[in-house]
């Protein structure tokens, strides 16, 4: 069942998405090499709740961690152990959610680990790993571009999907996006491939809240979940992968970013 919100549960939602949008990019100011996931967890964590809000994550059953932080190959869900130190060249996401009066909002993004002085430096578009990740925001603003009155959530999913493969990337069929709001994972599902035909998809209506997820690899989209801590997902071939997220509202003004 998809929950519509009201204007002023939006407004709650939006003013704890802009605290969540200050925490994840103070976050991954931190990421640089030799710091560990632990370490980035517990800043996350921190900021959180010296916003006033609450780690989302940590309320999800079994999980006790704020943040989702993945290496490499990594898809989601990968867990701030305090063993994984970064590296140079790591592609690493940084994933939050925060409850925040009564509402979660979510937000992901990859970046790749260079030391201060590299970073000063021009970055080559034609790059391997800087086009990759520059085609992953492509895709989530192209398809968050699609939220509008008269469209579906096939139209998101088509956007994104055309954004990525024309591009030689693949797109991960089993992780979605998703209706965000009292629960962290609501209706409806928000896929980054179009999987049936458009008009079978949920239309989009006023008072929807959506995170919008890019999530998609540079090899082959087949994923594994690591037996090791049975939340990691992980790439079967090896190759990196990326997550771009960002939670949104379609309300009576049109288009609302809210993280």
């Known amino acids: 069942m998809i ?82 130190i970064l590296k140079e060249d790591n592609v690493v996401t940084v994933d939050l959610g925060m409850y925040y009066q009564g509402f979660h909002t979510d937000m992901s993004w990859t970046v790749r680990v260079e030391d201060p002085i590299r970073q000063l430096a021009d970055k080559d578009p034609n790059d391997k790993i800087n086009k990759f990740l520059k085609t992953g925001e492509r895709a989530l ?46 209706d409806p599902e928000v896929p980054g ?16 809240t959506l995170a919008i997820e890019a999530i998609y690899v540079m090899g082959k989209p087949d994923v594994y979940i690591d037996e090791a801590d049975g939340w990691t997902i992980r790439t079967k071939d090896g190759t990196i992968a990326s997550c771009f997220e960002k939670t949104i509202a379609l309300t009576r003004g049109g288009l609302l970013v809210l993280t």
């Open 3 to 84: 929950h519509l919100k009201s204007e002023k549960e939006i407004a709650t939602m939006q003013e704890g998405g802009k605290k969540l949008k200050r925490v994840l990019t103070e976050t991954l100011i931190q990421v640089k090499p030799g710091i560990s996931a632990a370490k980035i967890d517990k800043f996350a964590d921190d900021l959180i709740r010296k916003e006033g809000g609450e780690p989302s994550f940590k309320r999800v059953k079994g999980y006790r961690w704020a943040s989702c932080i993945c290496i490499n190959d990594c898809v989601v869900h990968g867990i701030p152990h305090k063993e994984i």
């Open 141 to 186: 603003k192209n398809g968050i571009a699609q939220v509008k009155l008269g469209n579906r959530i096939g139209h998101i999913s088509q956007a994104i999907q055309n954004t990525i493969e024309p591009e030689g990337y693949g797109v991960v069929e089993e992780l979605v996006g998703h209706g965000v709001g009292k629960k962290l994972h609501e």
């Open 193 to 208: 491939l179009l999987m049936r035909p458009l008009s079978k998809t949920p239309e989009l209506k006023i008072g929807m």
